[in-house]
């Protein structure tokens, strides 16, 4: 029998998840809290805020929802799940518990400290004065991150000594993040590739999905502030399966076996943010959901049925699922309104997403519905993703494809996947 699912979130990850939810033969119908303009074309959007907790419990009741897949961090922190699950409601995300393993980076490094999973070392200060005493002492930069959930702002990742004390002064004293850095973590800097490795949990059995990566900063070269993503790709020649494997077994695992056993089991999207270096692997974070935009690069790669899946994690039922892939590989880029991650402007036409190649996924995140078309709304507005059977192609097809869209202002990273071409093994 059937069942319908509702998706919850706004971005473009939610754009790709209710498309990919809605090739699944167990679906009968997808809805949204809230969607966006792009949703409301394939699906049906409620209108109801990811975070609003009774006015989606109340819902999923109404409507006799059969899956609820939350998307954004801020709904897990939320309690959502909880809610749900107190109502014996099937939902795919963690309870707000497990969800700090994201929503607080203390809480994270200690976990790994305890598990012995391997991680940069790491202070934490709730005083911005003897977090500085500490940066004068060690006279080196660190990676200055706030505890709490700061929508991509909260790493600072200051070159030199002068700049760490002028991090923990913008977290913490300027409150650029507001309440999220009361706490900081101070953590030390390591070099070499990251890597976002996913896996669904459904509390006890992890599925890793395909490695991909992802680009933070704003402008080529990995320069400029950081953003929420600019784009990435999948596979990733410097990450095997031997090395996800190995990386399930020292990280995922032992994570999952530890808030099991803490009374907090995870069920969801586990994410890790490793940092590949030429002998090690290490975690720099875990996110209670999917990466964005890691889902839009690996949804379109993915063959198995998603919605059996994360039924499959929500109920406890992963140990015999598994997941195939398919060999193509996926570049997604996004386009982005000028300024952004600053101020940005609003209501700009854009034109050409009806002339992008098969093989090619505009996935729409900061959009609205006009009278005329889309109009921008929003500082990432699309991610534009493209399959091909190598990952150069891929690489050419997406920019081809992103050539053909057009809107005022639109600015986008042009050496996404352009390493990974040029120089695909990292050891
Ligand atoms: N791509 C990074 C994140 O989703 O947090």
Redesign the pocket.
Known sequence: MGISVLIVGSGAREHALTWKALQSPLTTAVFCAPGNAATAAIAINTGLDATDVDGIARFVAERDIGLTVIGPEAAVAAGLADRLLEARRLVFGPTRAAGRIESSKAFAKSLMERTGVPTPGHRVFDNPAAAKDYVRGEQRAFVVKADGLAK?KGTLVPRDTEETLESIDTLMLQRTVGGAADRIVLEEKIEGREV?LMALVDGEHVLALQPAC?Y?RALDGDRGPNT??MG?YSPVAAFDADDVQRAVETVLAPIVGALRDAGTPYRGCL?A?LMIGATSVQVLEF?A??????AQVLLPRLETDLIALLEAAASGNLASASASWTNRASVGVVLASRGYPGTYSTGVAIDGLGTVERDVFVFHAGSAASPSGYVTAGGRVLTVVALADSLADARDRAYRNVNRIRFDGMSFRRDLAQREVETPALR
């Open positions: 991509g976002s992802d933070k929420g993503g990435g994410y943010g996110n959901r999917f990466g964005d935009p890691e």
